[in-house]
């Protein structure tokens, strides 16, 4: 059973940087697509930023060139550095995990979640 833990959130002024973590376990071969959500209350969970088993990424526009998504040399544990952060990055963060060779556009798809952690950006 794959069991994802998220790490890293905080509070941080405008401008900053936050890198979050995300402890993958039972994770046993390259054929996961893993990803980064985000969600605020009372709106839907956002896709910001996916990795392919191949290495190949994907970006939500809002993050492009301040996020960078990237995963250790045994494909296992998640990361996502965050910088030049803005109000608007406020919510809370979720690692997601998908048991295939690609990615999926539907965030439903996504089988495994871990628990979320909370970055807030404010000065």
């Given amino acids: 059973q794959v069991q994802l833990a998220e790490s890293g959130g905080g509070s941080v002024q405008p401008g900053g940087s936050l890198r979050l973590s995300c402890a993958a376990s039972e994770i046993t071969s390259s054929t996961y697509c893993m990803a980064w959500f985000r969600q605020v209350p009372g709106k839907e969970r956002e896709g910001v930023a996916r990795i392919w088993p191949s290495g190949g990424t994907y970006y939500a526009d809002s993050v492009k060139g301040r996020f960078t998504i990237s995963q250790d040399n045994a494909k296992k544990d998640l990361y996502l550095q965050m910088n030049s952060l803005r109000p608007e990055d406020t919510a809370m963060y979720y690692c997601a995990a998908f048991s295939g060779s690609y990615c999926p556009d ?18």
Avoid: C, I, L, P
């Avoid at 539907?106 to 000065?123: C, E, I, L």
């Fill in 106 to 123: 539907q965030t439903r798809k996504f089988a495994y979640w871990g628990q979320g952690t909370q970055v807030t950006v404010s000065s």
